[in-house]
């Protein structure tokens, strides 16, 4: 089941694995900016041109991003330590990831901010050609299908990226004894709206019965974790990293905790358009040449999420 998660020092959101205590920051409106400054059109002798660009994969390219020099990515920049806003920039382990991908293909990856459940329907609608923001690579996504298994888009391919499971973040001596799902019921919880945590929690409330389940969703993470901050709430649900991260550094490691184990490991991927296989194939490619030459590594370490790390590149391999 999991998820939903890089500066250019690692400039950036992880449900879902994003140092200073920004993990609560919500990004208000789309704004753009890019991941890292080192994310040049590597080799290019003009702007946006494909005159001699020696990047490795460049040629793998499509001709319009070889032409335009870029590569629009969409994510959700409030997931802290997957990816994040600060001092105006898009950081976290996204877009070091991402800077290590754009030395590979030779062009720019440009991070856009958006609502978490509004990504899909911007990589359909043309507004980015990727989304790189701690998504679970699942069937439903892949598919295009609703909670209730109705059609509602074309679906869409993924680059699987990273591996994590999830786990419950409460407030700071953890007041309510909560330390598993089982005890959520009867009580109130908060959660960000269209992730794979909404749909855990929905499970929960269907298993709990007339011992009630309440659910709060929230257009982001920052949101939820107020809710719980502020009592309103018992409970949040992340990517293991992702509320650990949380732990650590709200409030001086004071606001929350993580309880309970880390469960429902799966892979988190890197989306595109079904129409798009070229792009999805020189993503791949371009992930296996970081895995392979360690750099990959290096943006999973300075984030201390390298337990979460594949060892390859694999497409649509989600359950």
Known sequence: MTARSTRCTTAAKTRTSRLAAVAAIAVAGSVLLTACGDQTDSGSTKEGGTAANSAPLFSKLPADIQ????????TDASYAPMEFTENGKIVGVDPDVAAA?????????EFTSGTFDGLITGLESGRHSLVMSSMTDNKKRQEGLDDD?????KGVDFVDYFSSGVSLLVKKGNPQGINSLDDLCGKTVAVQRGTIYEDTFKAQA???GANKLTIQAFDTDAEAQTRVKAGGAVADLNDYPVAAYIAKTSGGGNDFEVVGNQTDVGLMGIAVSKDDTQLRDAVKEALDAIIKDGTYAEA???WDVEDSA???ATINAGK
């Open 149 to 153: 298994g109705k059609k509602i888009g």
């Open 310 to 312: 594949v060892k390859s």
């Open 206 to 208: 269907t298993k709990c």
């Open 300 to 302: 999973l370490k300075k």
């Open 101 to 109: 991908l754009a030395k590979q293909l030779g062009v720019k990856l």
């Open 67 to 74: 032409k335009a020099g870029v590569i629009k990515v969409g």
